[in-house]
């Protein structure tokens, strides 16, 4: 399976900013929009925070954004709080077959 | 409230079969393309399984392609995955999740090991 490339692990203090990076191929983030952003802590439902590369769901933080440029999409949560603490996940469209995602392999974000 | 609650998952021993169950409430069922992702112990999420809408399209994960069958039940609001020739590596939480590419709702997951 494909997978799109991710830095196991982002940390920061309360109230910085941190980006997570996500890098994929000609196949996935180099040729779609069509990225999107979990929010996963332990033992509870994963959370949409940001779709096609740039959009903000309703109801979530306005701290969290996110961004494309050519093979790598990026997720910046401003104003890091303990709250934040979570794993992270991309996801991007593939295009090879009907409902062909692709997600990295996720970041551990660290509030020191 | 969109709800989504997953049922089903339990130990199985290798080559046995589960059948998961997803519970919808709080919006259309009939409207939305829906999914099963599974995220396997110390390892990221991965989409294992969708369906559209009305049945007519399926897609699975190579890694579930001929074992796993993805189905929906339009009256009962229902989704579910029949599992067959269980893997140690198919050890997972499962999550329903409504959406087409992006997957704007999840359950909580029902959790799924196999071993002998």
């Known amino acids: 399976q494909f997978t799109l490339t991710q830095p196991a692990s982002v940390s920061g203090s309360p109230g910085q900013s941190i980006t997570i990076s996500c890098t994929g191929t000609?196949?996935?983030?180099?040729?779609?929009?069509?990225v999107s952003w979990y929010q996963h802590h332990p033992n509870k439902a994963p959370k949409l925070v940001v779709y096609?590369?740039?959009k903000r769901p309703s109801g979530v933080s306005h701290r969290f954004s996110g961004s494309k440029s050519g093979y790598t999409a990026s997720l910046t949560i401003s104003g890091l709080q303990a709250e934040d603490e979570a794993d992270y996940f991309c996801?991007?469209?593939?295009?090879?077959?009907?409902?062909?995602?692709?997600f990295g392999g996720g970041t551990k974000v660290t509030v020191l | 409230e969109v709800q989504l609650v997953e049922s089903g998952g339990a130990l199985a021993q290798p080559g046995r079969s589960l059948r998961l169950s997803c519970a919808t409430s709080?919006?259309?069922?009939?409207?939305?393309?829906m999914h099963w992702v599974r995220r396997a112990p110390g390892k990221g999420l991965e989409w294992v399984s969708g369906i559209s809408w009305n049945s007519g399209r399926v897609g699975y994960a190579d890694s579930v392609k001929g074992r796993f069958t993805i189905s929906r039940d339009g009256a009962k609001r229902s989704l579910h995955l029949q599992m067959d020739s269980l893997r140690p590596e198919d050890t997972a939480l499962y999550y329903c999740?409504?959406?087409?590419?992006?997957?704007?709702?999840w359950g909580q997951g029902t959790p799924v090991t196999v071993s002998s």
């Open positions: 709080g919006f259309n069922f009939d409207d939305f393309n």
């Open positions: 996801c991007s469209f593939a295009g090879t077959e009907i409902f062909h995602v692709v």
């Open positions: 999740a409504r959406g087409d590419i992006v997957f704007d709702n």
């Open positions: 096609e590369a740039n």
């Open positions: 000609t196949s996935d983030v180099g040729s779609y929009d069509l």
